[in-house]
């Protein structure tokens, strides 16, 4: 996560070195912005269960999920 000490708690559950979910808890909400890795799977986002729409950004040849966030929430990104 880029800018985790933002106003976002992060919880990685690990696999064989490889990630299977991330929660994360937006404490002051705003933007999030993760780095998407192809090699894990594809990427999906929820919020309570529900879908969560993201932007997809090219950055120096990294490939980013954008999404807004509410204080208070929790957010689940899983690897498929």
């Known amino acids: 996560i880029r800018d985790s000490k933002a ?3 992060v919880d990685i559950e690990w ?3 490889k990630p299977l ?7 002051t909400g705003g933007e999030c ?3 998407i890795n ?5 990427m999906s986002i929820s919020c309570g ?3 969560v729409e993201y932007s997809v950004l090219q950055e120096d040849g ?3 999920a954008v999404f807004d966030t509410v204080a208070g929430a929790e957010y689940e ?3 498929n």
Do not use: M, Q, R, W
């Open 7 to 9: 106003g976002f708690e």
């Open 15 to 17: 696999s064989n070195g």
């Open 21 to 27: 979910t991330a929660s994360i808890n937006s404490t």
């Open 33 to 35: 912005t993760v780095f």
């Open 38 to 42: 192809d090699k894990y799977g594809d």
């Open 49 to 51: 269960g529900e879908p």
């Open 62 to 64: 990294l490939e980013l």
């Open 77 to 79: 990104i899983a690897y």
